[in-house]
């Protein structure tokens, strides 16, 4: 049993256990492919993606990770980082709101690249704030696909630009079911009557 | 004649054998990082059985070094363990201990 005693790396072993599942990876890639789908299609119901993205999200950690491999409550310093950047997190969200309502609403550039620079920028804080957040770094590898996708969409304009962003939301859903299946194997679920027994 | 100072030898037999044992150094690792966690938690990260997970928390329980509650999960009942502050001592103590041996090993 090799076994390095380092409380901070099982600490955040314990953590990123929770992100083995590829939830997180199939939720984004829904956010991701929602527009890029509505584009092609002129069935409103394709909208609701966005809202089973956080179903996916929830439900699948109640029924398929939870069962699996089990329940854990953080640690303090852990809660303490989450609700610090909770509210950097917030803020973020307001200045890029307001920086787009003042770019895109009020200054309404003519030119597509501040277009695509201004959002391009909001949704990379908001985003990588997100992946600092969760502290899972291929997180910032998908938010990279995702601005990828997005400019070469304004750049590309439609109908053909969607197409990069679907491309990329391709590639993070696959990534999340590949996670999925890895874990499914990894993790098979256990007897209930052995865990209700269990000390 | 090398002669042994008997102080130099204090550290070894005040060892915690209870938490020198390699699993239950690692059931406390682990329940010192988190508040809490479940038995299946432990055994996904320990990698553990169930038998052996089960009787290494006995003996920690006995020992008071850690803290069993119950709760409810929705409407069902959910077992969570917590390591105690005596347990946390204990494993502070126990690298403390480790460490003044270690670092008295000749090169």
């Known amino acids: 049993m090799a076994y390095a005693m380092n409380l901070k790396q099982i600490e955040r072993k314990a953590w990123v256990s929770h992100f083995e599942d590829g939830l997180w990876d199939i939720a984004l890639a829904m956010f991701m492919l929602t527009p890029a789908i509505r584009t092609f299609t002129d069935n409103v119901w394709f909208t609701l993606l966005f809202a089973v993205a956080p179903l996916v999200l929830i439900g699948g950690k109640r029924f398929i990770t939870t069962p699996r491999i089990g329940r854990v409550k953080f640690g303090r310093e852990r809660k303490d980082r989450q609700r610090r950047i909770l509210i950097a997190f917030g803020l973020t969200i307001l200045i890029t709101h307001a920086a787009l309502v003042i770019v895109l609403g009020v200054l309404n550039p003519s030119e597509t690249w501040m277009r695509v620079v201004t959002i391009g920028l909001c949704l990379g804080a908001i985003l990588g704030l997100v992946a600092y957040l969760l502290d899972i770094p291929r997180l910032y590898g998908y938010f990279l696909l995702l601005l990828t996708g997005w400019v070469l969409w304004e750049a590309f304009g439609d109908p053909t630009g969607p197409i990069w962003l679907a491309l990329s939301g391709g590639v993070v859903l696959t990534i999340g079911i590949a996670l999925l299946l890895r874990f499914l194997h990894k993790y098979p679920k256990l007897a209930e009557e052995v865990l209700d027994n269990n000390v | ?107």
Do not use: C, W
């Open chain 2, 1 to 107: 004649m090398y002669e042994v100072d008997d102080d130099t030898l204090q550290p070894v037999p005040e060892i915690d054998r209870l938490v020198h044992e390699p699993a239950r150094l690692m059931i406390l690792a682990h329940l010192y990082v988190v508040e809490s966690a479940d038995f299946l938690f432990l055994m996904r990260q320990t990698g553990l059985t169930f038998g052996n997970l089960s009787s290494h928390m006995s003996k920690l329980e006995a020992a008071g070094y850690i803290d069993i509650q119950k709760e409810f999960v929705g409407k069902k009942p959910h077992t969570m363990l917590q390591i105690t502050n005596a347990g946390r001592v204990a494993l502070r103590e126990y690298q403390k201990r480790m460490k003044q041996v270690l670092d008295d090993l000749p090169d």
